[in-house]
C-alpha cells in the first residue's frame, strides 16, 4: 500500500513573486492544492491610525506609501474626499494636471503588472523592456513633483507645482511612443505559446463571484462587467475625455493581463486629450484656508484606481485632524478571493494566479 | 511557433537601439531641479518660527532657538537644528511651510551609512550640504 500524506508549504513572506511581503500557508497533497491560507499584515503601518493624528497636508505623503506603484490616485483620494466635505471647487489647470498624472500613473503600474507578471512566469526581458519604459513615465513624474515614487504632489484644493516648461511637450510626445512599444510588447509575449499555455483557462471566475467578492478594477472587467468609475460616476474631469471601458468575458488569467494592457492604450487616449485641451493659464491652486479644517460630519468618495476601486472616508469633528479616516484599499478586497482560486489548481499555478490578481502589499496591509 | 519567432524578433531588433542605462554611481545621476533630496540649511536666514517642526508629519526636526547676541534687535536665531534622517520621508512640507527659505531641498540623496547614528544631521552639517540646492523652491 502506498501512503499518502499532505503537505504543509510556506510560501513568503519573502518570495520574489509574492510582490512583497505576502505570505500564503498552502495544503498541497501531490501537487494539487486543497487548502490555501493567505497570511497578512506584515507591511501594517497604521495608516489610518496615525492620520487621526495628523492634519490633512500631513496626511497626503502617507498615503504615497499604501499603493507605491500609483502613488498619485491615492494622493487624490485624499484630497477629493476633503475638498468634497469643505465645498471646495478646483482650478481646471490643476485638474488637468492631475488626470495627466494620475493617469500616467496607471500605465507606469500597468506596465509594472505586465512586466512582473511575466517575469513571475519565468521570462527575463518583457520585464526590463517595462522598466525601460515606465522609467520615461517616472523621469516625468520626477520633473513634475520632485520625487520617483512618493510625489506628494496633490494637495487640497489644488496641486503645488504648476507643469515646467515643455512637460506636457514631453507628455504629448510620449503618447505614439508608448502606442509602438505596446506593439512590441504583443509580439513579444501576447502570442508566445507557452505563456498562453500557462494563463489561458487558468484562475477563471465568474461575473456573480466578482461582483461577490467585491473584486474591482481590471479583475472586475476581466470577467465582463463594465464597470469603471471613471464613466460611471465621473469625478475630476473624466467627463470631458473619449475613452472606452475595456472588458473580457473569459475571467482567467489571460483576460486580465489583456485588460491591463488596453487599459494602457485607453489612458493613452486620455493623456492625448488632455494635452490637446491643457488650458494655457491659470491658477493652481484654488482658494483654502491656511489650515484645513473639514466641516463636521462625513464623506465617503471613491475613484477608479490601477487596481481598482479606491475609496476614502473621512469622520470630522471639525478640527483640523480627522475624527476618523478609513481607505477602501483595492488590493486587499481583490486578494480575498485567491483561497477560492488556488483550491484543486496545481502548484505550479499558483504564481500565475497570484500574479495575475495584481496586488501591492503596501495597500493590502495598509 | 509562430509566437516564438515573432518574439525572438522583437528581441533581436533591440540589440541595435541605444542604451539606456545609466553609469551610476560612476557619473552622477541626471536629477529635476525639484528632485526632493537632502535639506540644506540656511543659519543666518531662519526666524526660529517653528513652523517646519510643526508641519513635519514624522516628527524628526528637532529645533532650539536662543535670544538675539545683540540686545538691540528682537526675535530669536537659531541654537539647535537636526534632522534625524532614519525617519524624515523627505515630504518636501518642510520647505513648502518656511516663511523665509531657510530650509531648501537638495538634489542629494546618497544617506547610506554604517551606522543608524549617522543618520541624526546637526545643524553644522546641514549648512555644509550647499551642493545642488534647488534653485526654485516655492510654486
Ligand atoms: S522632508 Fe518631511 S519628513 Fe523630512 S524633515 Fe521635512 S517635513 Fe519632516
Ligand atoms: S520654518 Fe524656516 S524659519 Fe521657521 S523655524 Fe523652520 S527653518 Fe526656521
Not at chain 1, 509594472?112 to 527575463?124: F, K, R
Request: glycine share 6%; charged share 25%; hydrophobic share 35%.
Amino acid at each position: 500500500m502506498i501512503r499518502t500524506e499532505e503537505m504543509l508549504l510556506n510560501v513568503g513572506p519573502q518570495h520574489p513573486s509574492t510582490h512583497g511581503v505576502f505570505r500564503l500557508v498552502v495544503k498541497i497533497d501531490g501537487e494539487i492544492i486543497t487548502e490555501a491560507t493567505p497570511v497578512i499584515g506584515y507591511l501594517h503601518r497604521g495608516t489610518e491610525k496615525l492620520a487621526e493624528n495628523l492634519q490633512y497636508t500631513q496626511i497626503i505623503p502617507y498615503t504615497d506609501r499604501m499603493d507605491y506603484l500609483s502613488a498619485m490616485t491615492n494622493n487624490y483620494v485624499i484630497c477629493h474626499a476633503v475638498e468634497t466635505m469643505m465645498g471646495i471647487q478646483v482650478p481646471e489647470r490643476a485638474d488637468f494636471l492631475r488626470v495627466m498624472a494620475m493617469e500616467l500613473g496607471r500605465i507606469a503600474s500597468h506596465l509594472v503588472a505586465w512586466g512582473t507578471y511575466i517575469l513571475d512566469l519565468g521570462a527575463t526581458s518583457p520585464f526590463i523592456y517595462a522598466f525601460r519604459d515606465r522609467e520615461m513615465i517616472i523621469n516625468m513624474l520626477n520633473e513634475l513633483s520632485g520625487a520617483r515614487l512618493t510625489f506628494n504632489y496633490m494637495r487640497v484644493g489644488g496641486v503645488k507645482w504648476d507643469a515646467p516648461e515643455g512637460w506636457v511637450d514631453g507628455v504629448r510626445e510620449f503618447v505614439p511612443y508608448l502606442r509602438e512599444q505596446l506593439k512590441g510588447y504583443h509580439n513579444l509575449v501576447s502570442g508566445n505559446e507557452i505563456f498562453l499555455d500557462r494563463v489561458k483557462g487558468v484562475g477563471v471566475y465568474s461575473k456573480e463571484d466578482a461582483i461577490n467578492y467585491s473584486l474591482s478594477g481590471p479583475n472586475l472587467r476581466s470577467t465582463g462587467v463594465k464597470w469603471d468609475l471613471r464613466k460611471d460616476e465621473p469625478y475630476s474631469i473624466y467627463d470631458r475625455f473619449d475613452f472606452n471601458i475595456v472588458t473580457r468575458d473569459e475571467g482567467d488569467c489571460l483576460a486580465r493581463y489583456h485588460v491591463r494592457l488596453e487599459e494602457i492604450e485607453e489612458s493613452l487616449k486620455i493623456l492625448e486629450q488632455a494635452c490637446e485641451q491643457f488650458p494655457a493659464e491659470g491658477e493652481i491652486m484654488a482658494k483654502v484656508p491656511k489650515i484645513i479644517k473639514a466641516p463636521k460630519g462625513e464623506a465617503f468618495v471613491r475613484i477608479e484606481s490601477p487596481r481598482g476601486e479606491i475609496g476614502c472616508y473621512i469622520s470630522s469633528d471639525g478640527k483640523k485632524e480627522p475624527y476618523r479616516l478609513k481607505f477602501r484599499r483595492p488590493s486587499f478586497y481583490n486578494l480575498q478571493i485567491l483561497p477560492k482560486l488556488l483550491v484543486g489548481e496545481n502548484i505550479a499555478n499558483l504564481i500565475a494566479i497570484l500574479g495575475a490578481v495584481d496586488i501591492v502589499l503596501g495597500e493590502v496591509d495598509g | 511557433m509562430l509566437g516564438f519567432t515573432k518574439g525572438l524578433k522583437y528581441t533581436l531588433k533591440q540589440l541595435t537601439k541605444e542604451k539606456v542605462t545609466y553609469n551610476y554611481p560612476d557619473e552622477p545621476l541626471p536629477l529635476p531641479d525639484r528632485f526632493r533630496g537632502i535639506q540644506k540649511f540656511y543659519p543666518e536666514k531662519c526666524i526660529v518660527c517653528n513652523q517646519c517642526m510643526n508641519i513635519c508629519p514624522t516628527e524628526c526636526i528637532n529645533l532650539t532657538g536662543k535670544k538675539h547676541p545683540d540686545p538691540t534687535k528682537k526675535g530669536k536665531i537659531i541654537d539647535t537644528y537636526d534632522i534625524n534622517f532614519e525617519i524624515c520621508i523627505l515630504c518636501d512640507l518642510c520647505t513648502e511651510v518656511c516663511p523665509t527659505e531657510a530650509i531648501v531641498m537638495t538634489n542629494n540623496f546618497e544617506l547610506a551609512s554604517y551606522s543608524r547614528d549617522m543618520l541624526f544631521k546637526n545643524l553644522e552639517w546641514l549648512d555644509e550640504n550647499d551642493e545642488n540646492v534647488r534653485q526654485v523652491n516655492k510654486p
